[in-house]
């Protein structure tokens, strides 16, 4: 009897203890399963949340961008709407009011009421002109042209390193000059160079940059391109190719030809606008002087015409010892290499140091010797062999 009863007693403790485990484990997952769905509730929260930022963002009016012309009293602004130019005057709030000045862009809605100031903003492409960092090229790296770099270093360099000089002596610097030569004759490196001397900005642009399609586009990147340069100033502003925007003025009739007048406009305009001992310096470079609109080439914007010619013999031999600078020479002279190059522009005389060496690169020689030179001469100058000439012949 007593046995009975103590097998039944420990049969129900098994069975129970294997209940109690069932729930347990029930319990263990019942809880995963709350806890996931608590995370979904929360994400599927969070996806409402946006969703209802990105409606807000949808339902809402956008705002226009206009630019202040003038401010008035009693706390109305003139403004100018860019795109279609409306001209209106409306009123401001008095937190807003002390903030704006002639030439803010400010954020205006529908009814034309000013909701915030963005302040000074510029074009993309005038942004990617500027040089974070002055140039690093020098003028030891410029071969020859002595008198040259001397008189853009007078128009250029000292008005900004050296302006009590001028204020001394009275003397009103070139307002802009002008560099014009035949291609790769070191019109650039120049302005690169004087740009590093005076530790200013350097802005460089292309004269086609400034040619586009739509109208008024090109005239407010030279716009925005020179306010640019006062606020960056000591700035040098370096036009290359200006014969692109600044060619003498027809009258095709053409709405191309008349942008690419519009754009010249403004560009003159800005031009007269700078003081000749002001932090802003203009040069210009082309390979076409005679294109040029007679507009650009009177005094007062391009005072200083300077002429950057062929390398004479000493200039081509000077360039040569800067480029070979760095070679391992073998038993070569550069005399007889510049005898070879007549009439060869500095960028010429670059690529056949680098041609040379390149050459001997490709046979794995221990230096540089005189008929890798002779071949580097015949490449870049597109010479022929003496036995090529005679299957012309």
């Not at 302006?163 to 035949?182: D, M, N, Q």
């Not at 002087?289 to 007062?300: E, T």
């Amino acid at each position: 009897m007593d046995e009975t009863l103590i097998e039944n007693v420990g049969k129900d403790s098994t069975l129970q203890s294997q209940q109690l485990k069932e729930l347990y484990e029930s319990l263990i997952e019942l809880r995963e399963k709350v806890e996931t769905q608590q995370r979904d509730v929360v994400k599927l929260r969070e996806e409402n949340a946006q969703l209802k930022r990105e409606n807000n963002q949808l339902k809402r009016l956008p705002l226009f961008v206009a630019v202040v012309i003038e401010k008035l009293p009693d706390g109305e602004v003139y403004l100018r709407q860019q795109g279609n130019n409306q001209e209106y005057i409306t009123q401001v709030s008095d937190d807003l009011y002390p903030l704006l000045k002639a030439g803010t862009k400010v954020a205006v809605n529908n009814a034309l009421s000013i909701i915030k100031v963005i302040g000074t903003t510029y074009d993309a492409r005038v942004r990617v002109m500027e040089l974070e960092t002055s140039p690093s090229a020098t003028f030891e790296q410029v071969g020859g042209l002595k008198e040259e770099i001397e008189e853009v270093r007078e128009a250029v360099e000292y008005p900004i390193t050296r302006p009590e000089v001028y204020a001394r002596l009275g003397v009103e610097p070139p307002k802009g000059i002008l560099l014009y030569g035949p291609p790769g004759t070191g019109k650039t490196l120049i302005a690169k160079a004087v740009a590093h001397n005076a530790s200013a900005t350097f802005i460089r642009m292309s004269g086609s940059e400034l040619v586009h399609k739509f109208i008024g586009e090109g005239a407010q990147l030279v716009r925005e391109l020179f306010e640019l340069a006062r606020e960056r100033a000591p700035s040098i502003v370096f036009i290359d190719e200006i014969d692109a925007v600044g060619s003498t003025r027809t009258h095709d009739g053409t709405s191309g030809s008349a942008e690419v007048q519009r754009t010249l406009m403004q560009l003159l305009a800005e031009m007269d606008g700078f003081d000749n001992r002001g932090d802003i310096r203009i040069m210009a470079a082309t390979n076409r002087p005679d294109m040029l609109d007679p507009a650009l080439l009177r005094p007062g914007r391009f005072d200083r015409i300077i002429e950057i010619p062929f390398p004479d013999a000493a200039s081509r031999t000077e360039i040569l010892r800067i480029h070979t600078r760095n070679l391992s020479l073998g038993d070569i002279t550069l005399a007889s290499i510049v005898s070879r190059t007549e009439g060869a522009t500095g960028a010429e005389l670059e690529a056949i140091c680098r041609e040379a060496g390149m050459i001997a690169v490709r046979e794995s020689a221990t230096s540089i010797e005189e008929e890798h030179f002779d071949a580097a001469i015949r490449k870049v100058r597109h010479e022929m062999p003496e036995q090529d000439v005679r299957m012309y012949l």
